[in-house]
């Protein structure tokens, strides 16, 4: 399996929604999940920051995770956005096949 889940935060739901569609369009991912209202705790230039944030949940291959890396970076205003992705180790049959359909690579 190749298929991961990539998680991205934004800083808002319309910064996610710009980036969620331009993924979306451009065939680097099949379907992303927008989750508003998750508060992000975290270290940054040696300060402690306490956000709300939009997280998203993008569903891909592992070999489109650079392109869907770098797409990202061009549509996001953070310097250093969160960008990480999870391997799927199992899912339903058909979901995965029409990830692959959508995403154009017809693996399965």
């Known amino acids: 399996m190749s298929e991961i889940v990539v998680f ?3 800083s808002n739901e319309e910064e996610a929604l710009n980036i969620a569609r331009a ?20 270290s940054w230039q040696g300060k402690i920051e306490d956000n709300l944030e939009v997280l998203m949940m993008a569903k891909t291959q ?4 650079n392109s869907l890396s770098k ?15 999870l391997p799927i180790t199992i899912g339903s049959e058909e979901y995965l096949k029409w990830l692959d359909d959508v995403i154009g690579t017809g693996k399965k």
């Open 71 to 85: 797409k990202v970076k061009e549509l996001h205003s953070y310097t250093t956005p969160e960008i990480i992705a």
């Open 62 to 65: 592992k070999d489109l995770f």
């Open 23 to 42: 993924l979306i369009e451009s065939r680097l991912a099949g379907c992303v999940n927008i989750i508003k209202g998750i508060r992000s705790i975290y």
């Open 8 to 10: 991205i935060t934004a």
